[in-house]
């Protein structure tokens, strides 16, 4: 380019280039370098004798300062396009020597004097200093935003309408608001100020805007550029449906943004620290004014500070107060180390006697405890004035030494003990510190000789039970309550007593003993006289067992007799008269029954049981038992049952079966000729209960008016023909009243002589819905042949009994007494071994005993009691003693064969289902008794988690009762789950609340709380 001026021209360019302060670097137009000054020499990194000649994308390279990636030169696109250009954003020069370089370039084309295009010309310029500049200012603004964002001091910026610009993080957490919800709003509007609520203008109009600090401080910022600095302020703000009152300091001051007077503010929130403050001047306030002395003592026992109270009461001035010692206005200073160190870490309570300026002394309650002041350790010792309290407490003695005469002279005797404490702390004995003439006179001891002894040293046959009652129930005493020993006797004075232990204050005790030895004496002969008559009674009892087991013996072997004879081939006249002689021996069995029965009912010891049952079925049941004689005898029999009686109702099915079959009977016997009528009428139904009346017509002899009231005795009939006539003993009625007045009935009578009687009795029974239906289990008998061992004396009942097994295929072992049956059982293997309880030597029971030592806890065998004892619980009462299984004799066949299947296969029973439901698609499940138990698990274990807060809560107020009847519950509810053990917990616990034995209640709904 510059070779188309001549040289003198061409060197004046060259000259003027030189000195320019851009770089050029020219080309021709195919983009050769033609001319490059010094300075571009320097931008480049490259001299002219390299650079001239030389296509100009070799001489200069450009790059992108972020992706290094080389860019194209702008001159290509000049010289193909006329153009007139710069460099691309970020574009950089790299130079020889690999330095990046930022430069600004104008790249140009150049045309001669016609405007012909002759080449192109690129202007640069060094930037790099210029870059870094702005990338270091970019930089700290980059900084002083993030400063300012994540402060952890709230920061905004107003503009001059005291607007907010700018806010961080710190002042959104304040208020809980997001960025969006502030920028552009005043600073009342943006948080919800309560008094800019109050105007629809928002911040600035309310009704005291006008004194809001900040607004104030705001505009002297924006106004005057005045700087406010720690202002102090409360606000309320309208936060979460209420409003909240914060505390902030704030420093304000003026900042020049886009030349216009902005205003930051820097907001600290202060309101913990102000409410502390706020709390600390109250409480200031409060010890200033309350009547208590209030002292800070530090670990010395010097005084820290005083509150007036203490000024006043002592007076000193506080000065003086606050230059003592705490010893210098103790008296007898006995706060040592310990107590210290004692009232620093846990805090002690004491009294003891300060001493005023003036010299006088007055006592003082003190409670100090261990506080941080100004961030030191000290003591805080609330300190009251004792004086009245102590004058009345001096009033008190006074009066109880009035009453102490009383106690003194009294005629019961008066002891009062100091409890002496072992090493444990648990009481061990009691010193005699006071008692009264009546004391003396009871014992025959002096007052001089007891006093300073123990109690154990005394009276060492009473010192157990007192101290045990004492320890037992010291947490009584302690709160005030009394104890009570009803009666003991002294052996050694031979006297009855009643003992009252009562404590008047800690570690004294006082009892009051009565002789009671009159009252005593006069009891133990009405006891006497109670014994004798019941002892009588029993004699009654046991001569009815021992006559019912003698009677039952021989009628044994002959019902045993008769029917292996009758299951033998007999022609009719043999088998009818076989049949003859059981029916005597039933009717003879029938007798002893009734004769059980009745002294059963005489001792109180028939019970009567609650089960549900069906009435029609019973009712059937019994009919179709009758059926055959009223047909022998040629009699018709009516029924006439009620349809509006429920299907299952609860009641003792087994003695209704009894009054109706005594009543049945006597109608049967007493009628020759016409009808039996059974009449079964509901008379009400209350959906829960049910009455219903029950009765019993014939059309037989009947009785006369005048011997009616013979019915109902025992042993009585209405006259010796109709006894000699009819037979019987007499106490079927007698039994049917007293079984219907026990099951909360009446019976009665209606009768006329020739033409018949009406018995009829009321009953109230309980309407129960059933359950679902169980599936029975298959009554077939699975035997197996049987080695048994048989254990009776009497020879007649053994032939009878060994019969009956080996008609089944069994094979027999008999022993004639106890110990015989012991020694074939040592020698022998036997499946099952039936025992008599009565038998010479060694009877069942302790056969039974030593059989169970010699076997051990590994093995089992099946034993059967075989007895005539059939009196009240006798069967309970042997199985309880460890027998498998109970027959009574006259032993029937078909009872002998279902026990020894009981006790054989009792634990190999055939899996049946328990119930059997249909779901709702009419399917049948069959459901046992574990799914059940599953079934109600969860909600018996919440009624028994409830039930034991309640006993906890019965327990704190002394409720024994309460206690008794949620165990039962338990017990109860436990029972029908099978939950064996917590059913023995809550029987134990029903037991001790009966037993008034509350520390024992508490140690089983301990364990019962474990067991869930």
């Known amino acids: 380019m510059l070779k188309s001026l001549n040289n003198k021209s061409r060197e004046f360019a060259s000259a003027t280039l030189s000195c320019m302060g851009d770089g050029v670097v020219t080309t021709d137009m195919e983009g050769n370098v033609t001319y490059i000054n010094p300075i571009a020499e320097e931008i480049i990194g490259t001299c002219k004798d390299e650079a001239i000649g030389k296509h100009i994308d070799d001489v200069i390279t450009f790059i992108n300062a972020n992706t290094k990636i080389k860019q194209e030169s702008p001159i290509s696109m000049v010289l193909e396009k006329d153009l007139t250009i710069g460099l691309k954003n970020n574009t950089v020069i790299l130079t020889k020597d690999h330095i990046e370089k930022y430069a600004s370039a104008t790249c140009s084309s150049v045309k001669d004097a016609e405007g012909i295009m002759i080449g192109a010309v690129i202007i640069l310029r060094d930037i790099t200093r210029l870059k870094a500049l702005e990338l270091m200012n970019e930089n700290e603004k980059n900084n002083l935003h993030t400063i300012f964002n994540y402060a952890p001091t709230g920061m905004m910026i107003f503009n001059e309408e005291a607007i907010i610009t700018e806010v961080n993080a710190a002042s959104l957490h304040y208020m809980n608001q997001q960025k969006e919800q502030v920028i552009g709003h005043r600073f009342g509007d943006s948080f919800f100020c309560t008094e800019s609520r109050k105007d629809e203008n928002g911040c600035g109009y309310g009704p005291n805007c006008s004194a809001c600090e900040l607004n104030k401080a705001i505009t002297l910022s924006t106004q005057m550029g005045t700087v406010t600095e720690n202002l102090e302020f409360n606000q309320s703000f309208f936060m979460n449906g209420k409003d909240v009152e914060y505390w902030f300091r704030a420093s304000i001051a003026p900042i020049m943004i886009n030349n216009k007077r902005n205003t930051a503010i820097s907001l600290v929130d202060i309101t913990e ?165 009546g004391l003396e006179r009871s014992f025959g001891l002096s007052k001089k000789y007891m006093i300073g002894k123990r109690h154990k040293e005394l009276f060492a046959n009473s010192y157990n039970i007192i101290m045990e009652h004492i320890n037992t129930n010291m947490y009584k005493l302690k709160r005030g309550e009394s104890l009570y020993i009803e009666e003991y006797f002294a052996t050694y004075f031979n006297k009855w007593f009643s003992i009252s232990i009562y404590s008047p204050r800690e570690d004294d005790i006082v009892t009051i003993v009565t002789d009671i030895t009159q009252v005593k004496l006069s009891e133990l002969r009405l006891l006497a006289s109670k014994e004798e008559a019941e002892a009588a009674n029993r004699a009654k009892s046991e001569f009815l067992a021992n006559m019912s087991h003698e009677i039952r013996t021989p009628i044994n ?37 009734d004769v059980l029965d009745f002294s059963k009912m005489e001792a109180g010891k028939l019970t009567i049981t609650e089960d549900t049952f069906q009435l029609k079925e019973l009712i059937e049941e019994i009919i179709k038992m009758h059926t055959p004689r009223i047909r022998e005898k040629g009699l018709e029999l009516y029924q006439s049952y009620s349809p509006t009686i429920p299907e299952h109702i609860v009641g003792d ?132 042949k049987l080695n048994i061992l048989l254990a009776e004396d009497e020879a007649i009942n053994q ?26 059982y040592r020698r022998g293997v036997y499946d099952v071994i039936l025992l008599d309880i009565q038998m010479p030597e060694m009877s069942g029971i302790e056969v039974m005993q030593r059989i169970r030592e010699i076997e051990g806890p590994t093995s089992h065998t099946p034993i059967v009691a075989l007895t005539a004892y059939a009196l009240y619980r006798d069967k309970e009462r042997f199985l309880a003693m460890g027998m498998d299984g109970y ?42 008794n574990k799914t059940l138990t599953d079934h109600y698990c969860d909600e018996f274990i919440m009624e028994l988690t409830e039930a034991i807060k309640m006993m906890e809560l019965a327990i704190e107020n002394d409720d024994i009762m309460k206690i008794e009847n949620l165990a039962h519950d338990i017990k109860l509810k436990s029972g029908e789950l099978d939950a064996i053990e917590m ?30």
């Not at 029917?563 to 033998?568: A, E, G, I, K, Y």
């Not at 029916?583 to 069995?589: E, V």
């Not at 060994?802 to 020694?823: I, P, Q, R, T, W």
């Open 557 to 593: 072997g002959m019902v045993g007799m008769l029917d292996l004879t009758l299951h033998t081939e007999l022609d009719y006249e043999q088998r009818d008269n076989l049949l003859t002689a059981k029916a005597c021996t039933n009717s003879l069995l029938n007798i002893i029954n």
């Open 273 to 437: 620290s102000k409410n502390i403050e706020i709390s600390l001047k109250r409480y200031r306030m409060l010890s200033e004014n309350v009547s208590d002395i209030i002292l800070f003592i530090d670990l010395d026992g010097s005084i820290i500070d005083a509150n007036k109270a203490a000024i006043s009461t002592y007076g000193y001035t506080y000065e003086e107060l606050c230059s003592m010692n705490i010893r210098g206005i103790r008296e007898n200073w006995n706060y040592t180390k310990q107590q210290m160190q004692e009232a620093n870490e846990n805090g002690i309570s004491f009294e003891t006697v300060h001493r005023r300026k003036d010299g006088s002394f007055f006592s003082v309650e003190v409670n100090s405890q261990g506080a941080y002041f100004a961030d030191k350790r000290m003591l805080c010792s609330v300190i009251r004035d004792i004086t009245e309290r102590k004058r009345a407490e001096r009033k008190i003695v006074e009066s109880q030494a009035k009453y102490r005469s009383l106690f003194m002279n009294m005629y019961n005797g008066y002891a009062y003990y100091k409890i002496l404490y072992d090493s444990n702390n648990q009481a061990i004995d009691m010193e005699f510190v006071e008692v009264n003439e």
């Open 887 to 928: 027959v009574s004799k006259p032993i029937e066949m078909i009872e002998l064969y279902k026990v020894l299947e009981s006790v054989i296969y009792k634990n190999q029973a055939p899996q049946v289902p328990d119930k059997v439901l249909i779901d709702n698609n009419g399917q049948i499940i069959f459901v046992n």
């Open 799 to 824: 032939r009878v009994i060994k019969k009956m097994l080996l008609e089944k295929g069994h094979s027999v072992v008999c022993a004639n007494n106890g110990s015989e049956a012991l020694e074939l």
């Open 983 to 1012: 059913k023995d917990k809550a029987f134990r616990i029903e037991l001790a609340a009966r037993r008034g034995n509350l520390e024992e209640a508490v140690i089983y709904i301990n364990e019962l709380k474990q067991k869930i």
């Open 653 to 784: 099915a087994y003695r209704l079966r009894q009054i109706l079959n005594n009543l049945i009977s006597n109608s049967i016997k007493f009628t020759e000729r016409g009808n039996i009528a059974l009449k079964i009428e509901l008379i009400k139904n209350t959906n829960e209960e049910i009455y219903i009346k029950f009765v019993v017509s014939d059309t037989g002899i009947g009785i006369a008016a005048e011997h009616i009231g013979k019915l109902f005795q025992s042993f009585s009939q209405v006259e010796q023909t109709i006894s000699k006539k009819y037979g019987g003993t007499g106490l079927g009625l007698a039994i049917s009243k007293n079984l219907v007045e026990l099951m909360g009935g009446r019976i009665g009578v209606e009768s006329e002589v020739g033409k018949g009687s009406s018995f009829f009795f009321f009953l109230k029974f309980k309407v129960e819905i059933p359950s679902e239906p169980k599936i029975e289990q298959s009554s077939s008998v699975r035997y197996k």
